[in-house]
């Protein structure tokens, strides 16, 4: 019976490598990065996040990890008033809060 394959979870980010972990069994695949991704996207890391073949240093999947930009809290839109309606007189309101 053949032992499990391992691999190394690497991060790589600005001349820095870290090793986050050891895992084992099953055949390589970048999903089993997504863990790792998950976690560390949330905490704003970005670099690439490496498997590597623990027996052999070949490197089997790798992902980029870059987080979202930074987006500000959206802005409530102006609603034109009707041409035909004087001012304070809108059946309306002026400004409306934003929605997706």
Known sequence: MSTPSRYRIVLRQKGLITVL???????????????????????????????????????????????????SAPQPATIPADPQTPAGDAPWPLTAPWSP
């Open 21 to 71: 972990g050891i895992v084992s069994g099953g055949p390589p695949h970048v999903r089993t990065l997504d863990p790792f991704a998950s976690r560390l996207l949330l905490e704003g890391v970005s670099g690439t996040l490496d498997l590597v073949d623990k027996a052999t240093d070949r490197l089997v999947a790798r992902r980029r990890l870059e987080p979202p930009a930074h987006r």
